[in-house]
């Protein structure tokens, strides 16, 4: 990696540091760093996230797209609290901690990383609505709550939670419908979710069916959409999926 950015020239306009988004005091350290080295921030792509689920297969065994549902179950309480704590929590303090960087920029972006997965049959009667009826911060906090204490107590299935890759679907919902709430509170930002597409990346064990630079494409192209595209909107495969709010 580092020798084909050396050779492109890129490795002079890179630089990173450490960000463990369960951490408050990582996101805080990552907030002024960008305050100090830059002064402002354009862009924020929340990309970091998991499953979720427990693999019942050998690690190691080789798996493909068309068999690895059959090989996942929804994992314990500590795996489905962690989920959440990651793919929507850890989204949103990294939001809020940033947001006062991005309101100096002229082009203020966030993207958020989602998925379709929101849209399939069987997603669960408690989350028919959330997407477009949930418009406040606490009704999102009250309804993951709620899950996670129906989810302990072995009764999301029967309280009409989902019940595959149950705490991911449930942390994308959230992180669709946040992205909205966010856009409302925000409207000089362009403020968007996206599923990237079923992309080949550790967290589906490289299953996907495009590559991963593939499933940059489109974060990409909606992070640098003119000033006053759209906002508060869901895309999938480079379409709103949502309406508008």
């Excluded at 990696?1 to 490795?11: A, C, F, I, Y």
């Excluded at 849209?119 to 406040?136: F, R």
């Excluded at 856009?183 to 967290?203: E, H």
Aim: include cysteine; glycine fraction near 8%.
């Amino acid at each position: 990696m580092k020798k084909s950015l050396k050779r492109s020239g890129l490795s002079d306009y890179l630089v990173f540091h450490q960000l463990d988004i369960t951490d408050p005091e990582s996101i805080a350290s990552l907030a002024d760093f960008v305050k100090k080295q830059f002064g402002k921030l354009d862009i924020l792509v929340n990309n970091a996230g998991i499953l979720g689920v427990t693999f019942l297969f050998t690690p190691g065994t080789e798996v493909n797209s068309s068999d690895i549902q059959s090989k996942m179950t929804d994992g314990n309480y500590e795996l489905a609290e962690e989920c959440l704590k990651i793919n929507y929590y850890g989204a949103k303090r990294t939001a809020e901690a940033l947001i006062p960087l991005l309101q100096l920029s002229d082009l203020p972006r966030i993207v958020n990383l989602a998925s379709s997965v929101v849209m399939l049959e069987g997603t669960g009667e408690k989350l028919k609505g959330v997407l477009t009826g949930v418009t406040t911060e606490e009704k999102l906090n009250d309804l993951i709550a709620e899950y996670l204490k129906d989810f302990k107590e072995g009764l999301h299935g029967s309280k009409g939670w989902p019940t595959f890759t149950s705490a991911y679907t449930v942390s994308k919902v959230a992180l669709i419908a946040y992205t909205r709430i966010l856009a409302n509170k925000y409207p000089d930002f362009c403020i968007i979710s996206v599923c990237p597409g079923y992309a080949k990346t550790d967290i589906n064990l490289n299953t996907g069916i495009i590559t991963a630079e593939e499933g940059a494409v489109t974060p990409v192209k909606l992070a640098l959409l003119p000033k006053g595209g759209p906002s508060g909107l869901f895309f999938v495969k480079g379409e709103p999926a949502t309406p508008e709010p």
